[in-house]
């Protein structure tokens, strides 16, 4: 295969969740040029840490980013095509490429663009579900599905080792002689987020113990991370501040990560950062566990969990207690546990 293209223009965690099907995709193909249309802002850490030879960035409800990412295209014929993202306009752009077999999930209407449609296995985790598109094209992807441990629930992270074809790693680069301590307090859905008074309460322990303390997050995150470092002046607000390459050199510097399910924990994975993740509205079952084996989750058990499949501007019941109910002491009692 010459030229293989992956569509995935889903947030930044569904793409992380990614990184484990293109790099079978060279570990199958390694004569192969890898492109990759994605959301904008997001491309260009794919190409920086060589995942992918090219990046197409679209902008959602910006037409004229599909009409270029369509242009630049339309002079070159995929050998495969591959999409784990089922939305009705991706089937449309995917639609409008040239590609010899394109795979991706059974939906009615992926019928109409793709030439081969799986179900998607739900019993998966969400990175083993994309990697399982290959299946259609490789034997050595089909042997070992076959030889994956079905007594074990994949999703949830328990003491079964991932196995080394299907990690996220790009390399080892976390210390557990680190000082750094990273935060990523936020979402971009507010339900997901641990309450900033809780990050604050943490990161002052920290510091009390000697830590280095890191704020991570997007641009969109710093108004409670600059929440956080007006209570804990001591601390670092990197939040807005790096690029996607750059946070990832954070991490592989840091010795943990206390996130909310969000793209900082996905990250973290690259560089085997271990890692304690907060989970509130979402469950585990919905496949989007962090893809690595250093995690510890902190969620309680509520008949009002999950309440969505992404989480919510607002609690439905008003209470927020998937969240409040999970103190500040609790994790402080893991992180003793995993810093010593
Ligand atoms: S309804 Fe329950 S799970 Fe959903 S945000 Fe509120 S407390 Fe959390």
Not at 27 to 49: M, V, W, Y
Not at 168 to 175: I, M, Y
Not at 186 to 205: C, I, Q
Not at 246 to 263: R, T, W, Y
Request: proline share 5%; glycine share 4%.
């Amino acid at each position: 295969m010459q030229n293989i293209l992956f569509v995935q223009t889903a947030f930044l965690g569904d793409l992380l969740l990614s990184i484990p099907t293109l790099k079978n995709c060279k570990r199958l193909f390694p004569n192969s040029k890898i492109h990759l249309i994605c959301r904008a802002g997001i491309g260009d850490f794919f190409t920086e840490q060589k995942i992918v030879d090219h990046v197409y960035e679209v902008q959602k409800n910006n037409s004229a980013t599909y009409k270029n990412v369509r242009n630049k295209l339309k002079d070159i014929s995929f050998d495969l095509l591959l999409s784990p993202h089922e939305s009705f306009r991706t089937m449309l752009l995917v639609k409008s490429i040239r590609a010899k077999l394109k795979v991706s999930y059974k939906k009615w209407y992926q019928f109409y663009a793709y030439d081969k449609c799986v179900n998607r296995p739900l019993k998966y985790p969400e990175a083993l579900r994309q990697i399982f598109l290959l299946t259609e094209v490789s034997d050595d992807i089909r042997k070992k599905f076959s030889e994956l441990n079905t007594n074990t629930d994949w999703r949830i992270p328990s003491d079964v080792k991932i196995p080394d074809w299907a990690t996220a790693s790009l390399f080892e680069g976390s210390s557990k002689s680190s000082k750094k301590v990273c935060l990523a307090p936020g979402s971009v859905w507010a339900t997901k987020m641990w309450p900033k008074e809780y990050y604050a309460d943490l990161a002052s322990s920290l510091i009390k113990n000697g830590h280095e303390v890191v704020l991570v997050g997007g641009k969109s995150e710093r108004v409670v991370c600059d929440w956080i470092k007006n209570e804990v002046p001591q601390i670092q607000n990197k939040a807005g501040e790096t690029s996607l390459s750059e946070l990832l050199k954070v991490f592989s510097e840091a010795a943990l990560l206390i996130s909310n399910d969000s793209g900082p924990m996905h990250m973290a994975s690259l560089v085997g950062l271990p890692t304690i993740a907060i989970f509130g509205p979402t469950v585990l079952s919905f496949g989007y566990r962090p893809w690595q084996n250093n995690v510890t989750i902190k969620q309680i058990e509520l008949p009002c969990r999950p309440c969505g499949k992404h989480g919510h501007n607002a609690c439905p019941i008003g209470t927020h207690d998937c969240m409040k109910l999970i103190e500040a002491e609790m994790v402080k009692k893991n992180i003793m546990e995993l810093l010593g």
